[in-house]
């Protein structure tokens, strides 16, 4: 089993920036892949980006390629959002999540995070 928690989130101008946290424990010597998603209100969850269990390989959603970038640090058991030039279309629910493949679908995920908020103010 691994607990995943994210934290970072908040109230953001557009524009500005937000770094969020998706920290992991229990059995976290296992080679996750980890994805970031969100849910905006109303609307599916949806593929933000991805990164490997070894950092080498992000891939990202059109709608973030070069305002988001993902990375992680193997020692703290965290993986990072970083969150540039955000819009107000950027807001919603962000969760991290885990899983053993590389990839842009949820179902490919086994364990989830409860989410952190971020929204963009206009």
């Known amino acids: 089993q691994v607990q995943l928690v994210e934290s970072g989130g908040g109230l953001v101008q557009a524009g500005g920036s937000l770094r969020l946290s998706c920290a992991a424990s229990?059995?976290?010597?296992?080679?996750?892949?980890t994805g970031w998603f969100r849910q905006a209100p109303g609307k599916e969850r949806e593929f933000v980006g991805t990164?490997?269990?070894?950092?080498?390989?992000?891939y990202y959603a059109d709608s973030v390629k070069g305002r988001f970038t993902i990375s992680k640090d193997n020692a703290k058991n965290t993986v990072y959002l970083q969150m540039n030039s955000l819009k107000p279309e950027d807001t919603a629910v962000y969760y991290c999540a885990a899983g053993y493949s590389n990839s842009k679908f949820s179902y490919d995920y086994n364990y989830w995070g409860q989410g952190t908020q971020v929204t963009v103010s206009s």
């Open positions: 229990g059995r976290t010597n296992s080679n996750y892949a």
């Open positions: 990164i490997s269990y070894s950092g080498l390989t992000t």
